[in-house]
């Protein structure tokens, strides 16, 4: 039996003396409300009303249950009207800096139209775990090693010029003894400086004979690619990020399986029923080439 709605009709037609009045005014037919209010006379064993052909009469029982019904109603009143406005709050996410305007706009949009009100917060790797860890944020899109990704970005280095070949290999960054011209950099923008992306290029870097600052992690992505763009510098990115930027990429020889890890983290439980109507979206958004479904 549905007693909120048994209560909801008994409530209604005591109010109207009538069923067929009351049961409208509850937003019910008149054989439905008939059939709840039986069902909570059959449960309580005693009759709520005295009926006649024109009133419904409260009985002496019916009288003494209807104020802890009438809570009943309210208190449900309350429940739904709590559980929409939950709906309506903004899911406040901690997002990279490297997603674009238009891909943080679309996937606002997204997510609106699966009933999901975001509140983005861009934000660098470690300040992304500290507002996820201190609770500013119900979410977080972290960097995480490839194993552990949700999405995986590829990553390899464009520059302004087409170097005319399918891969960049870093030793052919090396400066030569005759060279007189300045050493070519690696610019690492300040999302790619976590230890699984930072660590394998140092020690390529050291391994093909570059020099330390050949590899330089910037500050600020619009100094990385300024440098990329007035020199032959390049810069570790994702594919998204140098079509946006009118760069040629390609993918780093030496380590062709480069990739940014993200993972959604909840501060507040499993994230996976975020991540099931949003993961499409948030792909998207990061630029990633694929995306394992959460098991």
Do not use: N
Request: aromatic share 4%; with cysteine.
């Amino acid at each position: 039996m549905d007693l909120v709605g048994a209560c909801r009709a008994f409530v209604s037609v005591s109010e109207y003396g009538s069923f067929t009045v009351g049961a409208a005014a509850a937003g019910m037919s008149q054989p439905v409300a008939s059939r709840r209010v039986a069902a909570l006379e059959e449960r309580f064993g005693e009759p709520l009303f005295e009926r006649t052909s024109r009133r419904a009469v409260l009985t002496p029982f019916g009288r003494d249950m209807l104020p802890t019904a009438r809570q009943l109603v309210q208190a449900a009143d309350v429940l739904l009207h709590e559980a929409e406005a939950v709906k309506r709050k903004p899911w406040r996410l901690a997002v990279p800096g490297i997603c674009t305007t238009a891909g943080l706009a679309r996937l606002v949009a997204e997510a609106r139209g699966l009933g999901v009100t975001l509140d983005l917060r861009v934000a660098a790797p470690a300040r992304r775990a500290e507002l996820i860890h201190t609770q500013h944020v119900r979410a977080a899109l972290l960097t995480v090693v490839p194993d552990d990704a949700a999405w995986s970005v590829p990553l390899g280095l464009a520059g302004a010029v087409d170097p005319g070949v399918r891969r960049v290999y870093l030793e052919t960054l090396r400066v030569g003894r005759a060279s007189s011209g300045p050493a070519r950099r690696v610019w690492i923008q300040p999302e790619d400086d976590v230890p699984h992306i930072r660590d394998p290029l140092t020690r390529l870097r050291d391994a093909v004979g570059l020099r330390p600052a050949q590899l330089v992690t910037a500050t600020d992505l619009t100094t990385a690619v300024a440098e990329a763009l007035r020199t032959h510098d390049v810069l570790l990115c994702s594919p998204a990020q140098a079509a946006e930027l009118g760069l040629h990429w390609r993918p780093v020889g030496e380590l062709a399986t480069l990739t940014r890890g993200y993972a959604l983290v909840s501060a507040e439980g499993s994230p996976q029923h975020i991540e099931a109507r949003l993961g499409g979206a948030i792909a998207r958004c990061l630029g990633a080439e694929t995306r394992r479904v959460p098991t």
